[in-house]
């Protein structure tokens, strides 16, 4: 079985999968395969964008991301414009990117896509200077991407879940004017925007079923409260591909999004959080991203 790249670059969260012992099932996968490999584990925010812009000119014909969201984020964002695929052994608390790809979570398994490899295009979301592959959002949503990303203790999707109730109880939404490419405004006073390129939302949540990563449109997910007996009620079509039918809930797709607010506020992309200006432009850049999958 030859190996289909000469050198590969993996680039690791070091909080990512400690226990299920990530790193050192994929260092025995490689080893086992004959994958001639480095691996590197981030030291502080930003640092793989900065290993992965420096693999082209240390020899790596493939850089692959071990963590979630925000690593794959991370690396992914530096190889956009190069000849340098991106690799995913996910490892994060949500991985929406991975589940929505159908990657596979073992990690020996992962590995077996860089012996024999497919490539496929993927869109990139860009809103500012940041990029997203899965989604970004504004409203309740970056909200609570944002106390989570400054809380301390256990991380994972049940104490988000729990942060995104009682972050619900005491948030007071924006009206905002949205502009889809270049059709009349509407305004909604929603809890939240979220503008998916793929359908999940991380931890098996899933907010644009419809979303398509290569179909060259965004998903425009409005939620408008819809009542609290409602909101009770269908919480679980968020978990069964059914949010779209949430009462509350309008999707639209477009290539471009104009979005005014009230106020400048936070905004998330890919779980990273930043304080945004009142009026954000998200927009498709169609085939960005070229992520390797398993072959046959």
Request: contains cysteine; glycine residues 10%.
């Amino acid at each position: 079985m030859s190996v289909q790249f000469s050198r590969v670059l993996f680039i690791a969260n070091p909080h990512a999968g400690v226990q299920r012992n990530i790193r050192s099932r994929v260092i025995a996968a490689c080893e086992k395969a004959g994958i001639d490999f480095t691996l590197e584990v981030t030291q502080y925010a930003g640092h793989a964008t900065e290993l992965a812009e420096s693999a082209s000119e240390m020899g790596f014909d493939l850089v692959v991301a071990i963590g979630g969201d925000g690593t794959i984020n991370e690396v992914g964002r530096a190889l956009l414009g190069t000849e340098i695929p991106l690799g995913v052994v996910p490892a994060g608390s949500g991985n929406a990117f991975a589940r929505a790809l159908n990657l596979s979570f073992d990690p020996a398994k992962a590995c077996r896509a860089f012996i024999q490899p497919e490539t496929r295009k993927l869109d990139v979301g860009r809103v500012g200077n940041a990029l997203f592959f899965s989604s970004a959002g504004i409203g309740l949503d970056a909200e609570v991407a944002h106390r989570y990303a400054n809380r301390t203790g256990h991380r994972g999707f049940l104490p988000y879940l729990v942060l995104t109730a009682l972050s619900l109880l005491s948030y007071r939404p924006q009206t905002l004017r949205l502009r889809l490419d270049s059709n009349s405004e509407i305004e909604r006073t929603p809890l939240f925007v979220v503008i998916a390129n793929m359908p999940d939302f991380g931890g098996g949540a899933t907010i644009a079923p419809q979303a398509m990563p290569d179909d060259g449109f965004l998903n425009v997910c409005v939620f408008t409260h819809p009542g609290w007996i409602r909101l009770v009620l269908n919480t679980y079509r968020l978990f069964n591909g059914t949010f779209d039918r949430m009462p509350g809930v309008e999707i639209f797709q477009a290539k471009k999004i104009h979005i005014t607010r009230e106020k400048s506020d936070w905004f998330q992309f890919d779980g990273e959080v930043e304080k945004g200006p009142k009026e954000l432009v998200f927009e498709i850049i169609p085939g960005a991203l070229t992520l390797v999958t398993a072959g046959q």
